[in-house]
């Protein structure tokens, strides 16, 4: 049984602890990596022994156990002594917390609390990553009160630590906490409720999230980083394979309105190869196959289908259609030349947009909609074929 994992994140004195736990009272399984940090390194473990052996015995306290302090004061201003620790501890850490999580009840919700998640570059592992984020003042404010931190030692943690907007592009879901606790207990039951419990329930089911009504947006900037991090989740998915991965379809196309779905393309050599244990890996990274048969209709109309796999997102707040197509395909071939196309020329663009308004506000269902944009695609074919052979286009 697969159970939805998600990674929670955020820097020093942002208030991580105080969302972890009110995760906990609605029932996730939490892991707190810190807690683990200090078992993977108590007195008489291996972890201890081994930082003894790179910082000296000046790393301990007169009882024998680490001094986390002087521990600190030496890897903080120190990157490279920090990447040395790393190395000691962060392996540790995960063997233990990959114990805890396969301990954890079939229909879990498992939240990893972990305050480097971004800076090892772990996102891609999870289904979710929810990053908690507060101004800096009010974190520097927090750390001396509660925490008797000196001001240039929390500076120097912060500073130590990923920036605002690194977190911001691994971040599935943003937490503010600029306000009170109460504010913040709000949105983590909003999240739990609302996405977490339903995510958890589609992947079990295997259960892919599909709009049945057309709704148009406009274009939303954030399109590509979230096509970065649902690639970075399939790449790891099926490591060590390294298929190509595109980012297809409207959302690709800068400026351009469009239904908030994000259409993503895999290459793969043969569509048997999607097949089996692929499938299954995608499945259990939170991208279900659809069942049935699906395929492209050919351009120019007439000849034999292009068949594919398609696949979607359990995500109930992030729907994608994750296309597979043989590499080389004239339907791998076709998406990534209308992507490129609309975007090279703005009439074309600015025609599609008007008939995806006309047809959205006729045909809001998502079938309706999309059969009646055939032959536009039929006439834009043509136009395309033209503009990659008098620019010299290819894949």
């Known amino acids: 049984m697969v159970v939805l994992r ?23 399984v939490v892991i707190d990596s810190d807690r683990i940090a200090r078992e993977v390194v108590a007195p008489g473990t291996e972890g201890l022994a081994e930082i003894v052996a790179a910082f000296s015995e000046r790393v301990l306290d007169a009882d024998g156990a680490l001094d986390r302090a002087a521990l600190g004061a030496v890897v903080f201003a ?13 392996p540790r850490v995960r063997a233990r917390t990959a114990e805890l999580a396969a301990a954890a009840g079939p229909d879990a919700i498992v939240v990893n609390d972990v305050p480097l998640l971004v800076e090892v570059g772990l996102a891609p592992t999870y289904h979710l990553v929810v990053v908690v984020e507060t101004d800096v003042a009010l974190r520097l404010e927090r750390l001396a009160r509660d925490r008797g931190m000196e001001r240039a030692e929390a500076e120097r943690r912060i500073a130590a630590q990923a920036d605002d907007a690194r977190r911001r592009a691994a971040a599935d879901v943003l937490l503010s906490n600029d306000g009170s606790l ?3 207990h709000a949105a983590v039951d909003a999240l739990w409720y609302d996405r977490l419990l339903p995510f958890a329930a589609n992947l079990r089911e295997r259960r892919v999230v599909r709009p049945a009504r ?85 351009r120019p109309p007439g000849s034999a289908r292009w068949p594919k796999r398609l696949h979607g997102s359990a995500d109930p707040a992030r729907p994608v ?50 059969t009646a944009k055939d032959p536009w695609f039929d006439e834009e074919h043509l136009r395309a074929e033209a503009w990659a052979a008098q620019t010299g286009w290819r894949p």
Request: no cysteine; glycine share 6%.
């Open 321 to 370: 259609y994750l296309h597979i197509r043989e590499v080389d395909s004239p339907g791998w071939r076709y998406a990534l030349l209308m992507r490129d196309h609309l975007r090279a020329d703005p009439d074309q663009r600015a025609a599609y947009l008007q008939l995806k308004r006309d047809l959205a506000a006729a045909a809001p269902d998502s079938v309706t909609y999309s």
């Open 78 to 90: 120190d990157e490279a002594a920090r990447r040395r620790l790393e190395a000691i501890t962060h």
């Open 182 to 184: 109460a504010d913040l």
């Open 214 to 298: 057309v709704e148009l947006i406009e274009a939303d900037p954030t399109w590509p980083r979230q096509y970065a991090r649902l690639a970075a989740r399939i790449r790891h998915a099926l490591a060590p394979a390294e298929p190509r991965i595109d980012h297809i379809g409207s959302t690709a196309v800068p400026g351009l309105a469009a239904k908030d779905v994000i259409d993503i393309q895999l290459a793969v050599p043969t569509l048997a190869d999607a097949d089996g244990a692929f499938a299954e890996r995608l499945a259990e990274a939170g991208f279900p196959r659809l069942p049935g048969e699906w395929w492209d209709n050919p």
């Open 6 to 28: 998600v990674g929670l994140t955020g820097g020093i004195g942002s208030g991580k602890s105080a969302v972890a736990a009110r995760l906990a009272e609605r029932g996730a």
